[in-house]
């Protein structure tokens, strides 16, 4: 969804069906957040954790031919 500044925003929408007293649905409660700060902390998560593996792995793989 684009913002007023015309960036995307990822939104969390939940929708709940309102019901009569009968259980006839009536009616829907939607709600909406933006939680487009959060995908961007977790891809950042996502991107520092493959580089701390890349990192690992550089560090063990002299390691490893010395053995063999």
Known sequence: MPTH???????????????DQSGQIVGVLTTGENITKERNLEKQLLQSQKMEAIGTLAVELPMISIIF
């Open 5 to 19: 500044r015309g960036n995307f925003a990822w939104i969390e929408v939940s929708k709940v069906p309102i019901r």
